[in-house]
């Protein structure tokens, strides 16, 4: 059985759990919900909710991941991984030759206030929008361009961006992507309770809205730094189609 294995490189706050169960609908799928968390936070030390909790559940060695998760024994003729651009960390890159990578990003004037909420002292590294532009060159000379969400053309129109996604990774769409059914997957990881609440709530993308609030000041420095990798990779996010008319209850 040939294996299409994709590694959804995404940044936190960005409905990437959303996408995970959108991916989970499809019965020839299995997902698999950040694998390399514990290796990450292991050779960071960054100080994550529940991290111990985290820490003792995953595989703490990153190459260890990729051997035997990433690029191991598939059950089903497409294993899509939900990663963090940052989990990276520490790890050797050549594993991406032999998969289908996606990156996923948001713009950081809607994602940061989320984001500070989980973690008060974020850093641009916390983003992983440096690494998502990094490694969106890195691909593009490989000969393996990444194609690139953007949240709100997904969040605008899902079926559209992911009839175009599914056509450039070689698989056909599967409308039940669309809708899933409320409350938590087998899959999850075990920092669900800290980041979860919302896409646990839904049942489907929710329809994109601009934030109202005023842009907290002091989030300006992060914003800053963030803002040039996020303009390099937004222009080249596929586009969505006309706006849908979605029914009240669903979410991201």
Not at 28 to 56: C, K, N, Q
Not at 67 to 80: I, M, N, S, T, Y
Not at 178 to 206: C, I, K, M, N
Request: glycine share 6%; hydrophobic share 40%; aromatic share 8%.
């Amino acid at each position: 059985m040939v294996t299409t294995r994709i590694c959804l490189w995404s940044g936190p706050r960005n409905v990437s759990t959303a996408l995970m169960y959108a991916f989970a609908q499809r019965p020839d799928t299995r997902v698999v919900d950040e694998p390399l968390y514990a290796h990450y936070l292991a050779h960071s030390g960054a100080d994550h909710p529940g991290r111990e909790t985290v820490l003792a559940s995953q595989e703490n060695d990153g190459e260890k991941v990729v051997r035997e998760q990433v690029l191991g024994p598939a059950d089903r003729p497409v294993l899509f991984f939900k990663m963090m651009a940052h989990h990276l960390r520490g790890l050797k890159r050549d594993f991406l030759r032999q998969t289908h990578n996606v990156l996923l990003v948001r713009d950081p004037r809607e994602m940061l206030p989320s984001l500070v909420q989980q973690i008060p002292d974020a850093k641009l590294s916390d983003t992983g929008l440096a690494l998502q532009s990094e490694l969106y060159a890195e691909l593009v000379q490989l000969g393996k361009p990444a194609p690139v969400l953007d949240a709100e053309e997904l969040l605008t129109d899902p079926e559209s961006v992911l009839r175009d996604l599914c056509q450039r990774l070689g698989i056909a769409f599967d409308a039940r992507m669309l809708a899933w059914e409320s409350g938590g997957r087998p899959e999850d990881g075990v920092w669900a309770p800290f980041w979860y609440h919302q896409v646990h709530r839904s049942t489907g993308f929710v329809p994109f809205q601009k934030k109202i609030e005023p842009f907290p000041e002091q989030l300006q420095p992060l914003l800053a730094q963030c803002m040039p990798h996020y303009a390099m990779l937004r222009p080249r996010a596929i586009r969505a189609g006309p706006r849908l008319q979605v029914s009240e209850g669903s979410a991201s």
